[in-house]
Nanobody, 125 residues
């Protein structure tokens, strides 16, 4: 049974950094794409970035340079480091996974089969 459990969210001041984690189980990382999405109040869920293997990542243009996705294979944990937080980063953050054998991960919400419950990030100015 696939499980994704996010943690690490909270209320932080703008300019600070935060690392979110997603503990995953029930599947083999190398056979999947994993991703981080976020959804601000009243807005559609949007992709933040994806990871296909330990080093093959890609990011939405809006977060490039500030967001970093990594995976800890020893802990089966997907991480999202967010630097220089901005109030516009306030959202519920979700990790997601989908079995995948291609060279490029999908990026749309509809492409992902498994989702965590989310962790809230609130950034104050």
């Amino acid at each position: 049974q696939v499980q994704l459990v996010e943690s690490g969210g909270g209320s932080v001041q703008a300019g600070r950094s935060l690392t979110l984690s997603c503990a995953f189980s029930g599947f083999i990382f190398d056979n999947n794409c994993m991703a981080w999405f976020r959804q601000a109040a009243g807005k559609e869920r949007e992709g933040v970035g994806v990871i296909l293997s330990e080093r093959r990542t890609s990011y939405a243009d809006s977060v490039k340079g500030r967001f970093t996705i990594s995976v800890d294979m020893n802990k089966n944990t997907l991480n999202l480091q967010i630097n220089t937080l901005e109030p516009e980063d306030t959202a519920m953050y979700y990790c997601a996974a989908v079995p995948w054998h291609g060279d490029t991960c999908p990026t749309r919400v509809i492409d992902f089969d498994y989702w965590g419950q989310g962790t809230q990030v609130t950034v104050s100015s």
